[in-house]
């Protein structure tokens, strides 16, 4: 019976973070990698995650036509969370008149896990620019091509940085 509430409430809650709640993204993606074997708490991991989202029903996001003309995209990257694989986790958010419209975390799908938290958040960098560029290429074909004015992307991992700046520059 509680195996079958946690495979019952999952799925919603990732249809919720998927679309509206970016706050759960990262919560409800650790929660249904358990889903095959649910224990005790997990049970408690998604009746927590249900009072979470009653108690916050009034946030909201809310874009403004006076915002930022920028595609601004933050990531980052947890290097070698997962215990049984040795996976790293990435996470992005993008952002265009200064309200997010695209998130998301994921194991890293990577040929070998990464050796380093640089590695990892390159390859983060890497994968989330490639979204930019895709959600910049659909706001061109939506017609909204001269709304996005530049794409910024933010980084906080020092070797990261003058990585990219060491191939740029």
Do not use: Y
Request: aromatic share 4%.
């Amino acid at each position: 019976e509680e195996a079958t509430f946690c495979r019952s409430t999952v799925p919603a809650l990732s249809h919720a973070a998927t679309w509206t709640r970016p706050d759960l993204k990262r919560s409800v993606g650790v929660l249904s990698r358990c889903m095959h074997d649910p224990k005790k708490g997990h049970l408690l991991l998604s009746i927590h995650l249900l009072r979470h989202v009653d108690c916050s029903t009034v946030w909201r996001l809310e874009h403004s036509s006076a915002g930022s003309a920028v595609l601004q995209g933050h990531m980052d990257a947890v290097h070698a969370d997962c215990h049984d694989t040795r996976r790293s986790t990435e996470g992005w958010c993008w952002e265009l008149a200064d309200c997010a419209i695209s998130w998301g975390s994921r194991t890293q799908k990577s040929m070998k896990p990464c050796r380093s938290s640089a590695e990892a958040e390159l390859v983060a960098a890497n994968s989330s620019l490639r979204d930019g560029v895709g959600l910049s290429n659909s706001s061109r074909e939506l017609g909204q091509g001269a709304r996005v004015k530049r794409i910024a992307v933010n980084e906080d991992d020092s070797a990261c940085i003058k990585i990219l700046e060491s191939r740029w520059t």
